[in-house]
């Protein structure tokens, strides 16, 4: 079957309508392999006949004023036929003025205690833009399951507190992080790292599996073993903003009084010359 492209929310709603609820994978385009990943996923979540349904949308209300919105790669030919050929049924492309035809002064806050750290800390407002436009777009394609992936590790746990919050009919599905076989994460933004920084780019990833080794069954200094993961990437020339160990669920801080270690997750976020990457690992209880 042929995916369908629509951009208009009427003519959206006019595809969706009647028909069963679908999978859900939202995007920002310039696709790779991890996109089609959550793709793959969210066929296998679809009970038979409900529909695959992909968004590409580069939402700028998450992008502070200095940040890549203008930038941003944007490679839509190429990223429908990519879902076309992963088995999309239909792929929601819509302009900024479908989306947001008046300024969008409602927007939705998620809490300070889960938002305002780590990313939020260093991106003010990026998960409000996060946030408003996943909701408006749960609201305007009423999926069943929606997908994302783990790499964004700190949104996929903002999006389950709004979604369980304001009572969405949405199951929000985790996809596992696809990596390079150096080890990198699959990110949009690993196309703008020069041959140099692309070859040493898989050491984030080192440096979050030697944390995550160094982390005791029982009680441990947190601050301690992030400050050595920072040190370590700042001597190899990166820009670290943070990194971070963080029980996984709503990720609160490691409490170092139990005596058994909780399921944990270590984040970071640095930059290798002008590029950003971020990247994650959870790290079992014990």
Not at 10 to 34: E, I, S, Y
């Amino acid at each position: 079957m042929t995916m369908q492209i629509v951009r208009s929310v009427a003519d959206l709603r006019a595809a969706l309508c009647g028909g069963p609820a679908p999978a859900f994978v939202p995007t920002m385009g310039n696709l790779h392999a991890g996109h089609l990943a959550l793709i793959a996923q969210a066929r296998a979540a679809a009970s038979a006949g409900h529909p695959v349904v992909a968004s590409i949308f580069v939402n700028r209300l998450q992008f502070a004023p200095h940040e890549d919105f203008d930038a941003y790669p944007r490679t839509f030919e190429r990223d429908a036929e990519l879902l076309a050929a992963q088995g999309c049924d239909l792929l929601f492309a819509p302009r900024e003025s479908d989306l947001y035809p008046e300024p969008q002064d409602v927007k939705v806050h998620p809490p300070a205690a889960l938002a305002d750290v780590l990313e939020g800390a260093f991106r003010p407002g990026f998960f409000v833009g996060v946030c408003t436009v996943v909701a408006k777009l749960f609201n305007l394609v009423q999926p069943q399951w929606a997908v994302f992936g783990k790499k964004d590790y700190q949104q996929l746990m903002v999006i389950r507190h709004m979604a369980r919050q304001l009572a969405l009919n949405v199951e929000v599905l985790a996809g596992e992080t696809c990596r390079a076989d150096d080890g990198l994460a699959l990110s949009s933004r690993n196309g703008y790292l020069s041959v140099e920084e692309r070859a040493e780019a898989p050491f984030l990833a080192q440096t979050l599996r030697d944390l995550a080794a160094a982390v005791p069954a029982g009680p441990f200094d947190a601050a301690a073993l992030e400050r050595t993961a920072m040190d370590r990437l700042r001597a190899r020339g990166w820009s670290p903003d943070y990194v971070a160990l963080r029980q996984q669920d709503r990720l609160a801080l490691p409490d170092a009084t139990v005596a058994a270690r909780p399921p944990l997750v270590v984040l970071a976020a640095a930059r290798l010359g002008r590029t950003r990457l971020i990247d994650n690992l959870e790290i079992p209880a014990a």
